[in-house]
């Protein structure tokens, strides 16, 4: 006997038509806001839940003149990174003798809730990914010290890893080639040190506890609450007013056109690449709010250029329970998205983090054997197995003794991590999105 089979007729009936995978779908799809920023790199199977991705740079221009009637040959370097694969899911069970006088409607409503849920929780991942890089690297002294090698900060994000150059590829000396390094993020440690200023003097990092927000430093120092702490190798973050770290924020310090122009300006002398002629902005509502009481963002949106986006959404057009598309100008995609990051600074005063992004500025990973895994666990068995817009929702025929509960869950298999840019720019380890932060 199959899964239907054991189902009510009026719950054959919404699987028989299609009604409940688009009641899935329609709840699930447009909550994806951070994930449409990824670019997907399919997980292959048997390969383990770490994998190590190889990107290649680019040669160095050449101005000078050949010599002799041969040209040098010459290399480029490579740069690697990781990702590492989980599973996510949750289940919702349905009661069916509770729900009988309304067993669809409730069954339908119990997998919109559920699809819901997926969608926010895959959106919070893939939101955490991009946001610890763009906002790794940069803090401030949390609690004083007196000359000590230990300094707590207030999050030690970004300060964990350094980059060093591995051992040479590409070489082949019978031809010529000498090869180049492959820089290589490690964990810190008294060999792999990290350069940081710390109220503008330098001073390195040789070991980092996440979990305490604790940096051991290679010199002790007497630090003060509220020093600002900077790694060589911190992605660039945005203040209004120039302020050094979100502990300075005040009330005054609101968000304008110029620091959102500001953030332009930094991915594009990185060399970051625009996603469908744009870069894309993921704003709070106060944020806009702001800018709304900015004259120069106000002529902007006045003048503003129709762009690919309007061809699915109209400025002001929900994107879902969490979003809403505010328009392209002055070289953004405008996203407004009630789930921004804040945090309360020590002033009591509310810190928004919008973050500007361009192409790749996150990777997204999905396991691409879920097809075969459910060919496999759904033959002859009593669960249906779907995979919908990327999430395996599983519905399972009740197996409590009275035969009342019918279960339906989701899962997610994969990953999300942010590709490092060591070979080209500056020192930042990530560059493909800009953190702002303001009142």
């Known amino acids: 006997m ?11 009936a919404i ?24 670019e997907v790199k399919p997980w292959a199977g048997a390969v383990g839940s770490t994998g190590i991705f190889t990107k290649g740079g680019l040669m160095t221009p050449v101005t000078t003149p050949i010599t002799g009637n041969d040209a040098t040959a010459a290399s480029y370097g490579f740069e690697q990174y990781s990702v590492k694969m989980d599973q996510y899911g949750s289940s919702i069970d349905t009661n069916m003798l509770v729900s009988a006088m309304a067993l669809a409607s409730k069954f339908l409503e119990d997998n919109k809730t559920l699809a819901i849920q997926a969608a926010q929780s895959i959106n919070l991942l893939a939101q955490s990914a991009l946001y610890g890089a763009a906002a790794g690297g940069e803090t401030w002294v949390a609690t004083t010290s007196s000359s000590s090698t230990t300094l707590v900060v207030n999050n030690a994000n970004g300060f964990q890893s350094a980059v060093v150059n591995d051992a040479t590829t590409g070489s082949n000396p019978g031809e010529g080639l000498t090869g180049v390094a492959t820089p290589t993020v490690v964990p810190v440690s008294a060999s792999n040190t990290l350069a940081v200023t710390i109220n503008g003097v330098a001073n390195t990092v040789v070991g980092c506890n996440l979990a305490t927000n604790t940096l051991t430093l290679g010199t002790a120092i007497s630090a003060t609450v509220g020093w600002a702490v900077l790694a060589s190798t911190a992605s660039a973050q945005i203040r209004p007013n120039a302020r050094a770290t979100g502990y300075n924020i005040v009330a005054g310090d609101l968000a304008t056109l110029a620091t959102f122009q500001a953030a332009v300006t930094r991915l594009r002398t990185q060399h970051v690449p625009r996603i469908k002629g744009a870069y894309t902005a993921h704003v709070h509502p106060q944020t806009v709010e702001e800018l709304f009481q900015d004259n120069n963002f106000l002529l902007a949106y006045r003048g503003r250029a129709d762009s690919a986006a309007y061809q699915n959404f109209e400025p002001g057009d929900s994107m879902g329970d969490n979003g809403e598309f505010v328009g392209r100008f002055s070289g953004i ?25 361009g192409a790749g500025a996150l990777i997204k990973a999905p396991f691409s054997e879920m097809a075969s895994l459910i060919s496999a666990l759904e033959a002859g068995s ?22 009342q509960v019918l279960s339906s869950t989701w899962s997610w298999v994969g990953g999300y991590t942010v590709g490092t840019d060591v070979l080209t720019g500056d020192s930042a380890i990530y560059k493909r999105s800009v953190q702002i932060e303001h009142a």
């Open 2 to 12: 199959g899964f239907r089979e054991v189902l009510p007729a009026s719950l054959q």
């Open 15 to 38: 699987l028989q038509n299609g009604l409940l995978d688009r009641t899935f779908e329609d709840a699930l799809v447009p909550a994806f806001l951070y994930d449409e920023l990824a």
């Open 333 to 357: 995609d405008w996203v407004m998205d009630t789930v921004t990051p804040t945090y309360v600074n020590p002033s009591s005063v509310t810190v928004y983090q919008p973050i500007v992004c």
């Open 382 to 403: 009593t669960v249906q197995i779907d995979q919908i817009a990327g999430v395996v929702r599983i519905l399972r025929a009740p197996l409590d003794r009275l035969g």
